[in-house]
């Protein structure tokens, strides 16, 4: 890297190999622009996951980066805004409290916007854009989540930006080919007087994965041999590679090509590290961004021989407020939904392996009992809290399937006796009997006599109704893993109940025996 004032690029290597520990001393500092009021009333976001930039003065440049944020538009989690990180609307309004400080901020993302496939993941694709965009996102990677979408649907997404100026970038990956002009192969981005070099790259073990004849990929080492002189004749000051891969792979990169002066790789742990990491024969730094979108990393780059560098991990917490553009963003992404309808999302009903669904009312004809500790229960009017929610999520498949009944609750798709919608199958509203229990539509039919059965069948279809908690049963270490809390975990996992205990939350919804 140059630093101003013609500091050479050999003497800040030094600086940096030699202080790197330095750089990790400020990890903790005060927090820049934490909009007032924002945090839920009883919890501060400050004192749980610590202060950000203390002692930092504005830096030449704040450069922002993130990465794979795995679809995850909104915070990470049903456990209360108050203790979830993450959301487009959040990160917003951090990197406006930077701007509003006068800091220049150069973000970048290292690709890896969705997670699935299917007509909702290339529409939060789309969503993602438009908003990271909106937010004045200079480079943004591509990652091999997103090329399993539709070409089709990446060609429209991209194909809206503007072509001379696209911050989607890519040296080794070509969508139908290298010049169909849908992405850049890299970008040069000038802020407070600095040349800052941006390339992302597909790592080669990623590549591999992807099936599709209408992409076009490169050997990561070859498109970055080819790249590299670029920057070099540009006379950029900072040099950054991005890698859709490995830290593994990412150092093999930095070693091969030691210009660059920092590289941000994906694949890591689900939280970054609280300090980056040298790279053993390289000048590079490595950085991690984490998972989910739940934080960013700044660097720092200050006019500076003695601390030219400064690194700070930032929980997007509850200290951020909701940015409204942002948010009405989301809501049109919500209302893109319901005009979809879940068949427009192609999200028609499939069979379940155990029957159809008869809902929660048909079970309590005859289990009163257990019918009447379900009322008490949230279970029993969970669709309400996404109807209630501004914008409400009710059309989103995503949150319904785990406040509806009839639902595959991970892959977010309804079965075809669950739920359709308020109004068409009213019985299957919320999280119901059958959900935990199993399709009842063969239990009831032989118990009201609708068909003739043996009393052996009977029997046998009144024990697969049955489930039984096990010696021990629950999610913590030295536990048992049950069938019973295997069935909760199916809803109560580490994105929506992170504090989920099993023993603990059982005795709110227990109920035995028939009546």
């Known amino acids: 890297m140059k ?39 009883g919890v501060d976001p400050v004192a749980v996951n610590g202060p950000i930039f203390e002692g930092w003065e504005t830096p030449r440049v704040a450069l922002v980066l993130t990465a794979e944020l795995d679809g995850y538009l909104e915070p990470c989690g049903c456990a209360g805004l108050e203790n979830q990180k993450g959301g487009l609307k959040r990160r917003h309004t951090f990197l406006n409290s930077m701007r509003e400080k006068g800091w220049p901020v150069v973000a970048i993302d290292g690709g890896g916007l969705t997670k699935r496939v299917g007509v909702q993941a290339e529409i939060k694709y789309q ?13 943004i990677g591509v ?27 890519s040296a080794n990956v070509g969508i139908l080919d290298f010049e169909s002009g849908l992405t850049s192969r890299y970008r040069i981005i000038e802020s407070g007087k600095m040349k ?3 390339v992302s790259v597909l790592g080669a073990a990623e590549a591999q994965t992807l099936q599709s004849s209408e992409l076009v990929t490169e050997n990561p080492s070859i498109a970055l041999q080819k790249v590299a002189p670029e920057f070099t004749a540009a006379n950029c000051d900072v040099q950054i590679l991005l890698v859709y891969g490995s830290p593994t792979e990412a150092r093999h990169l930095a070693s091969q090509f030691q210009q ?14 609280l300090r980056p990491s040298e790279i053993p024969g390289s000048r590079a730094m490595l950085i991690e961004a984490g998972h989910k979108g739940m934080y960013a990393i700044v660097i720092g780059l200050y006019d500076d021989k003695d601390a030219p560098l400064r690194y700070q991990r930032v929980p997007l917490d509850a200290r951020f407020e909701d940015s409204p553009k942002i948010a ?13 309808s879940l068949s427009g999302l192609g999200l028609i009903g499939t069979a379940h392996p155990e029957g159809k669904f008869v809902g929660s009312s048909v079970c ?16 029993s009017h969970a669709l309400d809290t996404l109807v209630k929610l501004d914008p409400p999520r009710h059309f989103d498949p995503e949150c319904l399937s785990c406040h509806v009944t009839g639902w595959n609750p991970q892959q977010y798709f309804p079965y075809e006796s669950g739920y359709l919608g308020l109004d068409s199958t009213p019985e299957l509203q919320h999280n119901g009997c059958e959900n935990c229990h199993g399709p009842g539509a063969a239990h009831v039919a032989a118990e009201t006599g609708t068909v003739d059965v043996t009393d052996a069948e009977q029997e046998q279809l009144r024990a697969g109704m049955r489930l039984k908690i096990v010696d021990n049963e629950g999610n913590k270490d030295g536990e048992v893993l049950g069938t019973v809390v295997n069935k909760c975990l199916e809803c109560h996992d580490l994105d929506n109940s992170p504090e989920f205990d099993f023993k603990k939350y059982w005795p709110e919804v227990a109920h035995e025996g028939k009546d």
């Open 127 to 139: 969503v993602a854009l438009e908003a990271m965009i909106a937010m004045g996102y200079e480079a």
């Open 3 to 41: 630093l101003p004032h013609s500091v050479s690029r050999g003497f800040y290597v030094v600086l940096f190999v030699c202080g790197i520990a330095a750089l990790w001393s400020w990890t903790t500092a005060q927090q820049v622009g934490a909009a007032p009021g924002s945090q839920p009333s």
């Open 364 to 379: 309590a004809d005859c289990h009163t009992s257990a019918a009447e500790k379900f009322s008490e229960t949230t279970h």
């Open 143 to 169: 990652g091999a989540n997103e090329l399993r979408l539709s070409t089709s649907s990446l060609a429209f997404a991209l194909g809206n930006l503007d072509q001379a100026d696209t911050p989607v970038c």
């Open 260 to 273: 660059f002066d920092m590289v941000l790789a994906t694949g890591g742990a689900e939280e970054p590290p």
């Open 196 to 198: 800052i070099g941006v």
């Open 328 to 340: 009405q963003i989301m809501a049109d992404y919500q209302n893109e939904l319901e005009l979809r």
